[in-house]
């Protein structure tokens, strides 16, 4: 079973799943996630591929989605330092504030509230830099290519690349990749036929996002149209 709801953080989620004792894959979206299992905080980098995890019959699992390049405001890392990665929130805070907000969650019956309010906390004020960032992330989740987006924020490419993979964990053409994804698996899973979600959303054809399902996913487009 999984539920979620908008955060109030703007762009992020609030999400709790229950595990059924059967493989999930998780697929790439460009953000990262705060995790609470329950007993421990962890954090989930930006993934380039489809991650598989299996977790006993009932397990619940209490996550706060951040937009892209929310993140590494809050957890005061760059992103690239976390992609393709899960690992515990000690190895980022000390030690000491996580038991404080590990203890927390295990007193409350809202754990994503929680969250939630540890995040705002600790976030900082926005600044010149985090306009970029969200300006970049807006684009490439219009799908504006990497040459375009560099145009328009007034970047060189090699600036972009540098800005982005600290931000969102991996270059911006990727990050655009991997939201076109999104975006094509969206409206096939509300009814829409493959071949014209492939050019609602800038593939070249149908097997262009086939290709991309492929390789991002791991998985046949037909395994993600439920």
Known sequence: MYEERPSRIEGG???????????????????????????????????????????????????????????????????????????????????????????????????????????IDHRPEPDDDTALVDEVAALAGSGWASAAIAREVGLSPRQLQRRSTRAFGYGTKTLQRILRLQRALALVRTGSRAADSAARVGYADQAHLARDVKDLAGVPLTALAL
């Open 13 to 119: 989620f609030v999400w709790t799943s229950r595990a059924t004792g059967t493989e999930k894959r998780i697929l790439p979206d460009g953000c990262m996630d705060l995790l609470w299992d329950g007993h421990s905080l962890s954090v989930a980098g930006a993934d380039t591929h489809a991650q598989v995890f299996r977790s006993a019959a009932g397990a619940v699992m209490t996550g706060l989605r951040f937009p892209p390049g929310f993140a590494p405001r809050v957890l005061r890392v760059f992103a690239d330092e976390l992609t393709d990665q899960r690992i515990p929130l000690d190895a980022l805070w000390p030690a000491a504030r996580v038991r404080r907000i590990t203890d927390l969650l295990a007193a409350s019956a809202a754990p994503g509230q929680v969250l939630e309010d540890i995040a």
